[in-house]
């Protein structure tokens, strides 16, 4: 199957400063990614549809200014955590749909973050 | 969108057939049900997706009535590698899948 890389798979920050978090879909080009946040022992939710060339879509109650995505090229979206805060340390999932949806998403394998 | 609900966890041993039921009552004509299991720290994987009827791949069934306000996926012969929690989503063919609602899932534990 497809297959959706993410880097780095955990990341340790001290409070205030900012993470990127990559998301690569390695063997189809994807003009669509999602971003989750998954806290321990919770569902994910989906925090943002990253689209590519264009400004992503965040849901209802996602700070666009805290949680940066960038989906430059077909293959790349990014999500930068800036000014992290310990409330922010989490399990980042991200998702990409192949050009012809087939209603299956392909997910990354998860960065998990941990503000001190 | 339409929303999911599903048994928050289930026990099952080793060698027996698990079914996990989702309700799904408001899904639309277009949605199509789709599976997926999560390990712990890792991303959700597909496990097999049905607009009605049955399917079955190599490693699940999937079980969906007439009315498709609800599906069972059904696994054969768990293994302690199964132990993990199954989500049950309900989306648009052609639209953003990624857009589907995760529910609250369903833990399975398998034991020895």
């Known amino acids: 199957g497809a297959v959706v890389s993410q880097h780095p798979s955990w990341v340790i920050c001290k409070s205030g400063t900012s993470v990127k978090i990559e998301c690569r879909s390695l063997d189809f080009q994807a003009t669509t990614m999602f971003w989750y946040r998954q806290f321990p022992k919770q569902s994910l939710m989906l925090m943002a549809t990253?689209?590519?060339?264009?400004?992503?879509?965040?849901e209802q109650g996602v700070e666009k200014d805290k949680f940066l995505i960038n989906h430059a090229s077909l293959t790349l979206s990014t999500l930068t955590v800036t000014s992290a805060h310990p409330e922010d340390s989490s399990f980042y999932i991200c998702s990409a749909e192949p050009p012809s949806p087939t209603g299956e998403l392909f997910f990354g394998e998860g960065s998990r973050l941990t503000v001190l | 969108l339409a929303k999911t609900t599903q048994p928050i966890s289930m026990d099952s041993y080793e060698g027996q057939e698990v079914n996990i039921t989702c309700s799904h009552n408001?899904?639309?004509?277009?949605?199509?049900i789709t599976w997926y299991q999560q390990f712990p720290s890792q991303g959700p994987r597909f496990i097999i997706q049905?607009?009605?009827t049955k399917v079955t791949n190599e490693v699940a069934s999937l079980f969906i009535p007439a009315d498709r306000k609800s599906s069972t996926l059904s696994l054969p012969r768990v293994s302690l590698s199964d132990t993990a929690v199954y989500y049950c989503l309900v989306g648009g063919y052609n639209t953003n899948a990624g857009k589907s609602t995760f529910g609250d899932g369903t833990t399975l534990t398998v034991k020895p």
């Open positions: 049905g607009y009605k």
């Open positions: 408001n899904i639309a004509t277009n949605d199509y």
């Open positions: 990253s689209n590519e060339g264009s400004k992503a879509t965040y």
